[in-house]
């Protein structure tokens, strides 16, 4: 794989850094101090952070707003963009207009069905597929060119990622491939807990070329207890929890915080054997602290080039 974008996360992932990307939730308001306090809370700790759009299908405030608060507070930002709530007019000019707020890292999905958010009338947009999406911020960077086919000065050179569920029961890997065909770079996966389902995959995908092909940074959740293991169990697809973790939190009653931490840092500690895996993405479920203490405690501090 060759760089092909201006992003800092792309560097440090050709150079064989084990990187560490996070998180950013946008709120329900028109305030940026909630985005602020958590990008700052993450400057020295995320190489890069993700900032979601309209997660469960619910409003919240723009990810081009809040990708531009991470970018002031020091952060890369990773813009997420869906096909559900924008036509290929909207996606092309949020593309650029992400570029130009500070957002060198894009990833590209299809979103939650509307059903499941607050609006469950809102009617999903669905233009493009996620792969023409993907195939539009491929063209604009490697060529300048939009699906309508006029020449975009200055265009943005986006680090493309994708998200992927390798432990879902129907899993296939085309689709993987078919993002990777169409010009994604990384993929963030689903959370995952057993580790060894997921070496399983890896090799798999190892055989496949994908491992050689795409970053792969392996999704990593904290839960704050057993109440939030078994709602990811039981609503997140493609989430497998052991037996073990839910036995685990349910013993450590009050401490059970601290407990998925450790969970979290063990599940680390694992994904780092497993040769070709490029880095992890952690999630702290709405909380910072969490987050913290498992890129801390996994020994990935100082990350590189940090403040």
């Known amino acids: 794989m060759a760089l092909r974008s201006d992003s800092r996360l792309e560097r440090l992932l050709h150079q064989g850094v084990f990187c560490v990307t996070a998180e950013v939730v946008p709120p329900r308001s028109g305030d940026p101090a909630g985005v602020r306090e958590q990008a700052r809370g993450l400057v020295g700790y995320a190489d890069a952070v993700n900032v979601t759009d309209n997660p469960a299908a619910s409003a919240h405030m723009s990810p081009l707003a809040g990708a531009a608060v991470v970018a002031t507070a020091g952060l890369e930002p990773v813009i997420q963009l869906t096909t559900r709530d924008r036509n290929r007019l909207g996606l092309t000019s949020d593309l650029l207009g992400a570029w130009a707020l500070g957002a060198r890292s894009v990833l590209c999905l299809t979103g939650d069905p509307p059903s499941v958010g607050d609006h469950p009338d809102a009617i999903g947009v669905y233009d493009l597929s996620v792969i023409d999406l993907i195939g539009l911020t491929a063209s604009l960077r490697n060529g300048g060119r939009p699906l309508a086919g006029a020449p975009v000065k200055e265009p943005p050179r986006y680090f493309i990622g994708v998200g992927d569920v390798p432990l879902s029961k129907e899993y296939r890997f085309e689709r993987l ?128 080039g940090a403040p």
């Open 177 to 304: 491939e078919r993002k990777a065909d169409a010009g994604a770079d990384f993929v963030q996966t689903q959370i995952v807990f057993d580790v060894e389902a997921f070496e399983a995959w890896a090799d798999q995908a190892r055989v496949r070329g994908i491992l050689e092909r795409m970053f792969v940074l392996v999704g990593v959740a904290v839960p704050r207890g057993l109440r939030s293991a078994r709602y990811m169990r039981d609503h997140l697809p493609g989430v497998l929890v052991p037996d073990q973790v839910m036995e685990r939190l349910q013993e450590a009653g009050p401490e059970a915080e601290r407990e998925g931490v450790r969970l979290a840092v063990e599940v680390v500690a694992k994904l780092k054997t497993i040769q070709g895996i490029a880095g992890i993405h952690v999630m702290g479920l709405g909380r910072m602290n969490p987050v913290r203490h498992v890129i801390d405690d996994s020994g990935l501090l100082p990350r590189p």
